[in-house]
């Protein structure tokens, strides 16, 4: 392997940490820490976290601060209104590509999802289901985002979906708000497998409004 290929493939591995540990929560809404602590969090040559760091940066998910150190970006009701709001116009207009192009394979499997995860929720109180809700909650967004038919597009969306990310792992799923979410996105599946491109681009903007609200952020 030359030098070149080494390279590209630390500054991968490096990209790759850095993404997991802000998606799983180690790297936390605005957590400082120097590039030593971030090079032992995430066991990667500090050339290559480096990089990862300018990449993050440039998407709003990281800053660097002058005597500070690394800054993770902070889950402030500004952040939180824009980061849904380009959310929701991406999903809307996901879904209404979807519907004109009559794509809708994978929808009846996401409709089963939501249906099981809404009933478990409405019949036990109890249990943490908050991590199996980020990941079907997600599902529906990627199905819209892929819908897109646009790699510019995609790639906006999934740094999007990163700070999201960050923002739900400082304001998790309340066991009662699961339910709710769960009707609001059968409310938007519906209405893409009825092929009602109005109806969907509704339910969407109802969601958004509905997260807002829960987050606080209205």
């Known amino acids: 392997m ?7 493939l630390l500054a991968d591995k490096a ?21 030593t602590q971030l090079v032992q969090l995430l066991d990667c040559p500090i050339a290559a976290i480096r990089d990862a760091v300018k990449h993050a940066s ?16 902070e889950a402030r009701p500004e952040t939180i209104r824009d980061c849904l709001d380009f959310r929701m116009v991406l999903d ?7 519907i004109a192009r009559k794509a809708f394979d994978g929808l009846r499997e996401l409709r089963v999802q939501h249906a099981e995860l809404q009933a ?19 599902s529906l967004h990627d199905f819209l985002a892929e819908g897109l038919g646009n790699s510019q597009l995609c790639a906006s969306y999934e740094a999007n ?9 400082a304001r998790p799923f309340l066991q009662v708000r699961i339910v709710s979410a769960m009707d609001e996105h ?14 969907a681009v509704d339910a969407i903007r109802y969601h958004y409004e509905q997260t807002l609200r829960w987050w606080g952020a209205v």
């Open 2 to 8: 030359n030098q070149a290929n080494e390279v590209n």
């Open 92 to 98: 809307q207009e996901g879904a209404r590509r979807r």
């Open 161 to 169: 979906r990163m700070r999201i990310a960050v923002i739900q792992n």
């Open 15 to 35: 990209q790759g940490a850095l993404w997991a540990a802000l998606r799983s929560g180690r790297l936390q809404a605005g957590q400082f820490l120097s590039m």
């Open 120 to 138: 478990a929720a409405r019949e036990d109180s109890e249990s943490n289901l908050s991590p199996r809700a980020i990941d079907v909650d997600l």
């Open 186 to 199: 059968l409310a938007v599946i519906d209405a893409v497998q009825q092929r009602d491109a109005k109806a």
């Open 58 to 73: 440039s998407h709003g998910l990281l800053s660097t601060l002058p005597k500070r150190g690394i800054q993770v970006m």
